[in-house]
C-alpha cells in the first residue's frame, strides 16, 4: 500500500518555458471544452502560472529600471 505524501515543489522555469507551458495548457483547455467537461482546475493553473509570470516580470523590470535621482 502506497502512501500519498503532499510535496510542494518549485521547479526552475524560464520565461520561454512559460510561454510554452501556458500555450499547452490554454490547447488542453479548449480541448477539454470542445469534450463539454469542466476546465476549473486547468483555469486554476493557468492563473497562478500567469500571476507569478507577471510578478517575475515587475521584478526584472524594476530591477533593470535606471533610478533616476532629482537633485536640483
Do not use: C
Not at 12 to 36: F, S, T, V
Request: glycine share 2%.
Amino acid at each position: 500500500m502506497f502512501i500519498k505524501k503532499d510535496k510542494k515543489m518549485e521547479l526552475p522555469i524560464y520565461n520561454n518555458e512559460i510561454k510554452i507551458i501556458l500555450r499547452a495548457l490554454n490547447e488542453l483547455r479548449n480541448k477539454i471544452i470542445i469534450q463539454g467537461r469542466y476546465t476549473n482546475p486547468i483555469d486554476e493553473l493557468i492563473v497562478k502560472i500567469n500571476d507569478t509570470y507577471l510578478n517575475w516580470l515587475k521584478i526584472v523590470s524594476s530591477f533593470f529600471m535606471p533610478i533616476h535621482s532629482h537633485f536640483i
